[in-house]
């Protein structure tokens, strides 16, 4: 797996975008006796796109770098 396309919604509008994962593992979690995967995603959005506009008149940057860490257990 090097990316995941999942839609993501902010103030009420949903678009689709492209997570890249950085790094992604599987391993053992002893405590809860199951499987655990998790890594570092990571994508730009354009904030404009979901109507966040403040600041663009003053020349602040449109696009969003996201960094998200996720960890999820095996069911």
Known sequence: MSEVTC?????????????KARQF?????LML????CGGDFETTIDRTA???????DWG????VRL????E???Q
């Open 7 to 19: 839609n993501l919604s902010l103030l009420g509008k949903t678009l689709p975008v492209t997570l």
């Open 25 to 29: 593992n599987c391993y053992a979690r």
């Open 33 to 36: 006796k199951r499987e655990v």
């Open 50 to 56: 979901f109507g966040m506009n403040y600041g663009i």
């Open 60 to 63: 602040f940057p449109k696009n």
């Open 67 to 70: 960094v998200i860490q996720i």
């Open 72 to 74: 999820a257990v095996k």
